[in-house]
């Protein structure tokens, strides 16, 4: 296995990882529930807890795709004058925008 540098390295650059190589750290790359599953792998496995393999895909591949897909501009443009107070609007926003 690499050393914990090259392996953090490696899922800052990543777009998937198998759960097998997430750890609680890596909640910034694939958030909270993929992470979790990760180190429950890591750390339970061996006393015979079951937990399903798979994989996460990143945030790096998120922002990459909303980039090549030229929406990230959009996004941005409409929730510059966005009401944050305005919970129809914001509502309204989020529908949009995963539209």
Do not use: W
Not at 20 to 47: C, F, P, Y
Request: proline fraction near 3%; glycine fraction near 8%.
């Amino acid at each position: 296995m690499s050393n914990p540098q090259q392996q953090s390295s490696d899922v800052a650059n990543a777009y998937v990882l198998p759960f097998e190589q997430l750890r609680m750290t890596d909640v910034e790359s694939v958030g909270g529930k993929n992470a979790s599953l990760g180190e429950m792998i890591s750390q339970l496995s061996s006393t015979g807890v079951r937990v399903p393999t798979g994989f996460a895909t990143t945030s790096l591949a998120f922002r990459d795709f909303l980039e090549h897909n030229n929406l990230t501009e959009r996004i941005q443009k409409r929730l510059e004058n966005l009401n944050i107070d305005d919970v129809r609007a914001l509502a309204e926003a989020g529908k949009e925008i995963r539209g």
